[in-house]
């Protein structure tokens, strides 16, 4: 089955880092757009970072220059490498993956960034 499924969240403290990551099934991975969003409490989900196929990346402000999205189609994983972590990135990460005009996301993974 076509599916992407998100591991590596967990609680850190600010100023810390995590490395998520998203492996996708199902599909020919060099042919896809991936992409990382996040939903806080009380906030409708956004855009955290994109890759594509050529691995051209784009960034949200508020992640720019902490963040790092990479791929590795070998083993059809996509990253996100968050430093300098702050409450504010606290959310539930989602993995979104486009394929054939069709967005599929991961289940998600918690990420608490707290004293």
């Known amino acids: 089955q076509v599916q992407v499924v998100e591991s590596g969240g967990g609680l850190v403290q600010p100023g810390g880092s995590l490395r998520l990551s998203c492996e996708a099934s199902g599909v020919i991975f060099s042919l896809v757009d991936m992409g990382w969003y996040r939903q806080a409490p009380g906030k409708q989900r956004e855009l955290v970072a994109t890759?594509?196929?050529?691995?051209?990346?784009n960034y949200a402000d508020s992640v720019k220059g902490r963040f790092t999205i990479s791929r590795d189609n070998a083993k059809k994983t996509v990253y996100l490498q968050m430093n300098s972590l702050k409450p504010e990135d606290t959310a539930v990460y989602y993995c979104?993956?486009?394929?054939?005009?069709?967005?599929?996301w991961g289940q998600g993974t918690q990420v608490t960034v707290s004293s």
């Open positions: 979104n993956m486009h394929r054939r005009s069709v967005d599929y």
């Open positions: 890759i594509t196929t050529g691995r051209i990346t």
